[in-house]
């Protein structure tokens, strides 16, 4: 059944025999990656099996965001030439990368784009391109991350080796593929794409294999300096712990850090990598802490009218740094309920882009719109429904900004613009419990389009402080019955509030583990003093 899954998806026949005729020819294989935890667990993942199927020339190259911008890019081929591959696979990138494909192609090198990116409405001139949302693609799970679709590239890779007779005429093992399953779950969360069945199945499998211990030391090492135990943990915690440490590498440093951590299988070399990847998150946290200040700054001055008047926020300060701004457009995205593009200089000439979305809300689709009525305002961009990066010039971005508020203030309703909770209603004081919290953890995973439950109550405050900077630690009470609560990044101006002393919230139930105590917590998505 698996089988006749994959052998949908467009152009994997051909891909298997471009990479068979590489091992066996024992070509020059280099994979360019992406800068994100998708690229990286990419990269990897295809460094691994592409070794464990006999290969014995495979390296990569992963693009410095400040140097060579995003993917495949002619400087980057320029670059990748000096190793003289014969093959370049691009995993999470390369299907906007039209000039990079004809630069190498031009160079002599063969090309293999493997991508989930949504793509132009002409494709670049590759050897092979596998992407389940190319046209004419009848893979059915359009929402697989970079890492899942060179997971199932691999995969039918095995089974065409396989067939050949490869393994035994070599005398290598037969690969067990499900051994990287734990990447394939890592980069699927952290790319937060949406979890539809596909989807989580691997997360699921993955998860059981972390649980387990069999994963790459790399997740366990990062897991450890996040404060995790690998054998209790749920998908989220592959977003928010271990993703977070491995962007933090492409964000401020180069992803080739977070790279290595995934390849390294010495214990004790892949702490120290883990530690500095976590210094680097803790720096990130710095900045982006710094950078938030002066948008909720600008974002405050504005009065009611010109708040309701904003329905897609553009934001540029000179000072920013362009690796943290994704995370910025998240953060005032989930505080405003908009649309959100922050910018920040590249070069001289260049402002980068990073885009966050609402429901109802094809991010993409609206760039291509833009691009589409003012032809010289965008200069590039790419993206998913929910996420996209672009570059503008910096004598653009008033123009942007006008345009981009217009276009999604006649896409959007008022409806689409309030932010509606779903509750699943209230919990009474015996279903506020370990069993039930337990029992929806393993329920999982949770994630994107498939929502982790969430209930909704009236609790009386008894104690309410600030923990880690911007978190809200609160002591609840609910008929009689104690319970513990946090809310993260909260706005600290209104929080916390001693005069409250009721709040109705939505919340998740949670377990909270500490010196080898369990007890439920609830995490507060929303609160409303009452």
Not at 3 to 14: F, G
Not at 30 to 52: E, K, P, Q, Y
Not at 311 to 325: A, F, P
Request: hydrophobic letters at 45%; aromatic letters at 6%.
């Amino acid at each position: 059944m698996l089988c006749c899954l994959i052998m949908k998806m467009k152009n994997i026949n051909e891909a298997s025999r471009l990479l068979a005729l590489a091992i066996r020819e024992q070509q020059r294989i280099l994979i360019v990656g992406d800068f994100d935890a998708d690229g990286a667990t990419s990269t990897a993942l295809a460094i691994r099996a592409l070794r464990s199927f006999g290969a014995k020339h495979v390296s990569y190259l992963v693009p410095n965001r400040f140097e060579y911008g995003y993917g495949l890019t002619p400087e980057l081929v320029a670059e990748a030439c000096k190793s003289k591959p014969d093959l370049i696979i691009t995993v999470d990138n390369g299907i906007a990368n039209h000039a990079g494909v004809l630069a190498a192609k031009k160079a002599g090198i063969q090309v293999l784009v493997t991508d989930h990116h949504l793509p132009a409405p002409t494709l670049p001139l590759a050897d092979v391109i596998v992407n389940p949302n190319q046209p004419d693609d009848h893979f059915k799970s359009k929402q697989l991350a970079g890492v899942g679709v060179i997971f199932y590239v691999m995969l039918a890779l095995r089974r065409y080796l396989l067939d050949q007779g490869w393994f035994a005429s070599e005398k290598l093992p037969e690969p067990n593929m499900s051994k990287l399953l734990d990447l394939v779950a890592l980069g699927t969360v952290a790319d937060l794409v949406q979890l539809d069945q596909n989807n989580r199945v691997l997360v699921h499998q993955g998860l059981l294999r972390i649980k387990a211990g069999q994963c790459v030391p790399g997740i366990i090492a990062l897991l450890e300096c996040a404060g995790r135990n690998h054998s209790r943990i749920v998908a989220a915690d592959l977003g928010f712990a271990v993703g977070a440490r491995l962007n933090a590498a492409g964000r401020l440093d180069n992803m080739s850090l977070g790279i290595e951590c995934l390849l390294c299988d010495d214990s004790v070399q892949v702490r120290q990598v883990a530690q500095t990847l976590d210094q680097l998150n803790c720096e990130r946290k710095v900045i982006e802490h710094d950078m938030q200040t002066q948008a909720m700054s600008v974002l405050s001055q504005l009065n009611a009218q010109e708040i309701e008047a904003l329905k897609g926020i553009s934001l540029y300060d000179e000072s920013w740094h362009q690796g943290v701004i994704g995370i910025l457009a998240a953060r005032i995205k989930d505080r405003y309920h908009r649309p959100v593009i922050v910018f920040a200089p590249s070069t001289q000439d260049e402002l980068k882009g990073s885009a966050r979305s609402i429901p109802n809300l094809h991010i993409r689709d609206v760039l291509a719109f833009i691009d589409t009525q003012f032809p010289n305002l965008i200069k590039k961009f790419g993206g998913h429904a929910m996420a996209a990066g672009l570059t503008i010039h910096p004598s653009q971005f008033p123009t942007f900004q006008t345009v981009f508020n217009d276009i999604v203030a006649a896409k959007l309703t008022e409806d689409d613009l309030k932010h509606a909770i779903w509750s699943d209603g209230e919990l009474t004081k015996d279903e506020l419990s370990l069993e039930l919290a337990s029992l929806l953890r393993d329920a999982g995973p949770w994630g994107q389009a498939f929502p982790e439950p969430m209930f909704d109550d009236i609790f009386r405050i008894v104690e309410q402080r600030i923990v880690g900077d911007k978190h809200l630690k609160l002591r609840l009470a609910k008929d009689g019955r104690m319970i513990d609560a946090i809310a993260f990044f909260v706005d600290e101006k209104k929080w916390p509030n001693h005069r409250c002393e009721k709040i109705h919230a939505a919340y998740r139930l949670d377990i909270n583990e500490y010196n080898g105590k369990r007890q439920v917590q609830l995490i507060l998505d929303c609160m409303e003093p009452v």
